[in-house]
């Protein structure tokens, strides 16, 4: 019987999401699972509805005075999410 060469479940997770094309949906969950994180618990109060499409993060916000807040620093707040999750997830987002 051959020995096989050991891999860290962590690397084996990854190549069967890549490989079944699941990696795309599952950092996109990741990123908005993470917002409250990212944000705080004070902008996460704020925040409706978050969807990602056409890797563009769509954020429903019931104040407007945080929305243009927001707005303002919209480029670093694209760099943190995606850092966060490790993976270049989304380019822009568009706030509501």
Avoid: C
């Avoid at 917002?35 to 019931?62: D, S």
């Amino acid at each position: 019987m051959r020995k096989q060469q050991a891999e860290k479940i962590d690397n084996v997770v990854h190549r069967f999401l890549r490989e079944e094309g699941l990696e795309t949906p599952y950092n996109e969950y990741r990123l908005v699972q993470a917002w409250p994180e990212v944000m705080g618990q004070g902008i996460a109060n704020y925040t409706g509805n978050l969807e990602i499409r056409n890797r563009v993060l769509y954020v429903r916000l019931k104040s407007s005075v945080i929305r243009q807040e927001l707005s303002m620093n919209r480029k670093v707040l694209v760099q943190k999410l995606n850092q966060h999750v490790g993976a270049q997830v989304i380019e822009n987002i568009i706030f509501h």
